[in-house]
């Protein structure tokens, strides 16, 4: 695989799991291909089903109000998840379907080589640091693995459903923008 478009074409012939039967649109992720910080969330609402891009409902509006934060834009970073199509009534993404999934955003993290990862929410953060993570013990606390950094962070739809994790969230943005000043 050499670059997102040819990744992209084959993703969109993808039927490995049920949740490529049941998707309006595929939701491959976008964002710069040469990003040195790539957010990953654990799939597709119903907004991003229906337009065919990650993070564009309410959870997205907040993503791009906290990268607006910490002064930087949607095109300056790539937004991801770890399946690319829609759960049917947004339920969490099934082991099975992680799985046959989670090789296209392998190939992501090969093809855009990001200096940061972070992971939104739980799920992602399991798949992607430690199966046993608990995201409310370990939000914030980086992890360097195969050359990248990584961290944890609440997702930004459970931002919206709890006002306690408002002031944490923001502070992992504020983290994110010094790792980001000082690996620049």
Same mark, same amino acid.
């Given at each position: 695989?050499?670059? #997102? %478009? !040819?990744?992209?074409?084959?993703? !969109?012939?993808?039927?490995?799991?049920? #949740?490529?039967?049941?998707?309006?649109?595929?939701?491959? *992720?976008?964002?710069?291909?040469? @990003? %040195?910080?790539?957010? =990953?969330?654990?799939? /597709?609402?119903?907004? !991003?089903? &229906?337009? *065919?891009? @990650?993070?564009? *409902?309410? @959870?997205?509006?907040?993503l791009t109000k906290a990268l607006e934060g910490i002064n930087l834009t949607r095109d300056q970073v790539y937004i991801g998840n770890i399946v690319?199509?829609?759960? /049917?009534?947004?339920?969490?993404?099934?082991?099975? +379907? &992680?799985? @046959?999934?989670?090789?296209?955003?392998?190939?992501?993290?090969?093809? =855009?080589? /990001?200096? =940061?990862?972070?992971?939104?929410?739980?799920?992602?953060?399991?798949?992607?640091? %430690?199966?046993?993570? $608990?995201?409310?013990? +370990? $939000? +914030?606390?980086?992890?360097?693995?195969? *050359?990248i950094w990584i961290m944890p962070t609440y997702h930004p739809s459970a931002v919206l459903r709890d006002e306690k994790k408002k002031r944490p969230?923001? &502070?992992?943005?504020?983290?994110?923008?010094?790792?980001? !000043?000082? =690996?620049?």
């Amino acid at each position: 695989m050499h670059n #997102l %478009d !040819e990744l992209k074409e084959m993703v !969109e012939k993808c039927y490995k799991c049920r #949740l490529g039967d049941t998707r309006n649109n595929l939701v491959f *992720g976008q964002g710069n291909e040469n @990003a %040195d910080i790539m957010f =990953i969330g654990e799939g /597709p609402g119903y907004h !991003e089903d &229906m337009k *065919g891009l @990650a993070f564009v *409902g309410p @959870a997205g509006q907040l993503l791009t109000k906290a990268l607006e934060g910490i002064n930087l834009t949607r095109d300056q970073v790539y937004i991801g998840n770890i399946v690319k199509c829609r759960s /049917p009534n947004n339920r969490n993404p099934k082991d099975d +379907e &992680m799985e @046959a999934c989670i090789q296209y955003l392998r190939w992501q993290v090969k093809i =855009i080589k /990001p200096k =940061i990862i972070v992971c939104l929410g739980s799920i992602s953060s399991k798949n992607i640091i %430690d199966k046993n993570l $608990r995201i409310t013990k +370990e $939000r +914030e606390k980086w992890v360097y693995k195969k *050359g990248i950094w990584i961290m944890p962070t609440y997702h930004p739809s459970a931002v919206l459903r709890d006002e306690k994790k408002k002031r944490p969230f923001w &502070m992992d943005f504020k983290n994110i923008r010094e790792k980001y !000043e000082e =690996i620049s």
